[in-house]
């Protein structure tokens, strides 16, 4: 049987970020700049009504709320850290939220909104999972903030899939509105970071809201329904899909039966695809990712980088020869060329 889409319980990898080693195993409301809906190209009341349509997504409001501090952490070098909470779709959302120390500028400090990949939910940690990349960050002068998404650590609601659920995005989307309202953050250099399916959720965002100043997007999940359709199948087939991701597959499955696919019903499919709103991104876009990735295709941000390249945008592309998908050996250099990015761009 197949489950409701918003019951579901994603499943990506088993690829993990956890601690400081990689694991293989009352502010005014500041209005997000959402793009305008009517350049979707939405042929159907049924497609522009579809909860993954990006038409259906810009229509969304996000508003975010105040950030809630719930507990204090150990500061870090040069920053201090939080464990906070926000709202999202009648949820509380928790989040870890770093803020520099020492001087602030005059129009407050960047911000670098960080979209973490798949973890099992009762296996990820607001403190600790993906440290060794919010670290880097966090040490360069921005604050960090990195949403949970409903049913991860704390955060109430079930857990989904950005595949088949609209859910991720907006708790990231009001994640977004959220920090834009924080006291001590500039609303106008916010940059996002993605990596794997977060990958994913930041490209959604660029197509959403222009406010958002630059994008790193490493290994994402970035590749146009076909591609992800055709990942699927594969891992399918392969019985690599276990578990929770079963969940996943099943409604990814179901949505193939009801529309066929890309090349068959191109009018849903394009629909639901950010690859196919790309020249609405205004953001320069950075993508890296390893070479020996046998999580995420590499052809996925290959392809993404031709189309950025094609749509006349600003991306800049590398590829790590015989980096994996955390970018080992290569994720001190990844990061050391994902700040220096956004110090171009962000300061």
């Given at each position: 049987m197949f489950l409701v889409l918003v019951l579901l319980v994603g499943g990506f990898s088993y690829t993990t970020l956890r601690g400081d080693k990689i694991n293989n195993n009352t502010s005014q409301v500041k209005t997000l700049q959402i793009a305008t809906p009517t350049a979707v190209k939405a042929t159907t009341t049924q497609i522009s009504s579809s909860p993954l349509a990006i038409a259906t997504m810009r229509e969304k409001s996000y508003p975010g709320s105040q950030i809630?501090?719930?507990?204090?952490?150990s500061p870090g070098t040069n920053y201090n850290r939080f464990v906070v909470s926000y709202r999202s779709d009648g949820l509380k959302i928790y989040g870890l939220l770093t803020v520099p120390t020492g001087k602030k500028p005059a129009g407050g400090w960047p911000v670098i909104l960080f979209n973490h990949g798949y973890i099992p939910p009762a296996s990820y940690s607001t403190i600790s999972s993906y440290r060794v990349m919010v670290d880097p960050l966090a040490s360069a002068g921005y604050i960090v903030f990195k949403p949970d998404y409903r049913g991860n650590?704390?955060?109430?609601?079930?857990?989904?899939?950005?595949?088949?659920?609209?859910?991720?995005?907006?708790?990231?989307?009001?994640?977004?509105?959220?920090?834009?309202?924080?006291?001590?953050?500039?609303?106008?250099?916010?940059?996002?970071?993605?990596h794997s399916m977060?990958?994913?959720?930041?490209?959604?965002?660029?197509?959403?809201?222009?406010?958002?100043?630059?994008?790193?997007?490493?290994?994402?999940?970035?590749?146009?329904?076909?591609?992800?359709?055709?990942?699927?199948?594969?891992?399918?087939?392969?019985?690599?899909?276990?578990?929770?991701?079963?969940?996943?597959?099943?409604?990814?499955?179901?949505?193939?039966?009801?529309?066929?696919?890309?090349?068959?019903?191109?009018?849903?499919?394009?629909?639901?695809?950010?690859?196919?709103?790309?020249?609405?991104?205004?953001?320069?876009?950075?993508?890296?990712?390893?070479?020996?990735?046998?999580e995420v295709p590499v052809t996925?941000?290959?392809?993404?980088?031709?189309?950025l390249q094609k749509a006349g945008k600003k991306v800049d592309y590398h590829e790590y020869p015989g980096a994996d998908h955390n970018l080992v050996p290569d994720t001190t250099s990844a990061m050391d060329t994902t700040i220096a990015f956004f110090n171009k761009y962000l300061k």
């Open positions: 809630t501090t719930e507990q204090t952490l650590g704390n955060s109430e609601g079930t857990p989904t899939q950005p595949y088949v659920s609209p859910s991720d995005v907006t708790d990231s989307m009001n994640a977004l509105a959220s920090i834009k309202q924080y006291k001590d953050a500039d609303p106008q250099k916010i940059g996002v970071f993605g977060g990958g994913n959720i930041a490209l959604h965002e660029l197509v959403i809201t222009h406010d958002i100043k630059a994008a790193e997007l490493m290994a994402g999940v970035v590749g146009n329904e076909t591609d992800l359709l055709t990942w699927w199948q594969h891992r399918y087939a392969v019985h690599s899909i276990v578990g929770n991701d079963l969940d996943t597959w099943y409604v990814v499955a179901q949505m193939t039966k009801e529309h066929g696919t890309p090349s068959s019903d191109p009018s849903y499919w394009d629909a639901l695809d950010p690859t196919h709103f790309v020249s609405f991104i205004n953001a320069p876009v950075q993508i890296q990712v390893g070479s020996a990735d046998e996925f941000s290959s392809s993404l980088r031709d189309s």
